[in-house]
């Protein structure tokens, strides 16, 4: 009998390409007559090319949840509660990580589950503070005068820029996207706008090229940076071995009145095409991936940065990794779901341009906001009518 083969596509970093090469491997030895192969793009592929020109050829899709307004629409990925049983489900929702698990349900479908959870969360070099006397920053302030030394840096290319924007809307007592005309008010933007203008405008220029991973590179292989306020965290690095230097995570730090900052959750969830002829195994293989037992060890063992909430409380995995998943975790229960809906990719796509150049270059920041809301409200005629030939 000829091999079955199933194909994944998924991102290019350890986090993301590592834990799923060991698991097709031991999959394999399960299941010997079937094989698992995954393919990886870049992480800026991963988030510019549509999930939807690729789920003809692959059945296994490793995806970003404000995908799913699309996907609910189209079904075009399994929704998963039909082929997972109650128990497995209430397990994945009861253990998610914040909002991690509910991200990718829309409509009353599952329609992938939470392989891998993140959000900006802060981190540094413990020697080099330690060697410096520098306390780790726990205010703004503090962040600010840290910055004024030269020693922070953080990611600013749009999108990363875009998902501190709703961190900061968040700071000054708003939440963004509660109507359909505007993002945020006007009053509320503007003071959005000059806080992080006064931010950026401190760090080196080289961060507007810079995303999460770049950074991480260069705290961890270098000693220019001490401090980062907020990044997109990658347990990676604060395991020993992975880079020359060791990171430290920790929580993000506390702004005026309004307390903690909330970030933006990301990570990623792991769907199944509608088109795959092996439907059934691949659904066994996100199955076990996402077991609370597999995440807890040997997932995470393998560089993966897990959904399941029992990987984050073991204490073994916070052993092997700095105690990034204790230490980050409460930034994840408080973190921000950003929109979900059929058209809200195009508005992401675009809305961190103007944001970029305006704390690049300057400009009227009631006019950076005129163009993000055009944007937000031109993304409702953007949802796809995408047709499924089966």
């Not at 995908?67 to 109650?86: E, H, N, T």
Request: with cysteine; glycine share 6%; hydrophobic share 40%.
């Amino acid at each position: 009998m000829p091999k079955i083969v199933l194909k994944g596509i998924t991102w290019g970093h350890s986090r993301g390409i590592t834990p799923l090469l060991a698991a097709s491997q031991r999959f394999n030895e399960l299941h010997p007559d079937v094989e698992v192969i995954w393919k990886k793009r870049t992480l800026q592929e991963f988030a510019d090319q549509p999930i939807e020109n690729l789920i003809r050829q692959y059945d296994l899709l490793i995806i970003d949840h404000p995908w799913v307004g699309f996907a609910a629409d189209a079904r075009c990925v399994l929704p998963l509660d039909r082929y997972l049983s109650k128990e497995y489900l209430a397990n994945q929702a009861e253990y998610s990580v914040g909002q991690s698990h509910e991200s990718y349900n829309v409509n009353g479908h599952q329609w992938a589950l939470a392989i891998d959870a993140a959000t900006p969360a802060a981190s540094y070099r413990a020697d080099l503070l330690q060697k410096n006397e520098v306390p780790v920053p726990t205010t703004w302030e503090e962040v600010l005068r840290l910055a004024r030394m030269g020693r922070v840096a953080a990611p600013a290319i749009p999108i990363d820029l875009l998902m501190n924007f709703y961190m900061f809307c968040l700071a000054h007592g708003r939440e963004p996207f509660q109507d359909t005309q505007e993002v945020i008010d006007t009053p509320t933007g503007v003071r959005v706008l000059e806080t992080m203008r006064e931010f950026y405008s401190l760090l080196p220029k080289e961060m507007f090229r810079y995303n999460p991973i770049a950074v991480a590179e260069a705290m961890s292989t270098g000693d220019k940076y001490w401090y980062c306020p907020f990044a997109y965290g990658y347990s990676n690095y604060a395991r020993e071995g992975y880079a020359s230097k060791l990171l430290t995570y920790t929580d993000l730090v506390s702004f005026g009145k309004t307390g903690l900052l909330r970030s933006t959750i990301g990570g990623t969830g792991i769907a199944v095409s509608v088109y795959s002829q092996h439907a059934k195994l691949a659904v066994q293989y996100a199955e076990k991936v996402v077991s609370p037992s597999f995440q807890s060890t040997f997932y995470v063992q393998h560089g993966g940065q897990p959904g399941h909430l029992q990987a984050w409380q073991n204490e073994a995995a916070n052993q092997l990794t700095n105690n990034f998943f204790h230490a980050v975790l409460p930034t994840m229960q408080r973190g921000y779901m950003r929109p979900r809906y059929n058209g809200y990719l195009h508005f992401q796509d675009h809305a961190g341009d103007p944001l970029q150049a305006y704390l690049q270059y300057g400009g009227n920041p009631e006019v950076v906001l005129e163009q993000i809301n055009d944007m937000y409200v031109n993304s409702f005629s953007h949802n796809k009518l995408f047709k499924l030939s089966l």
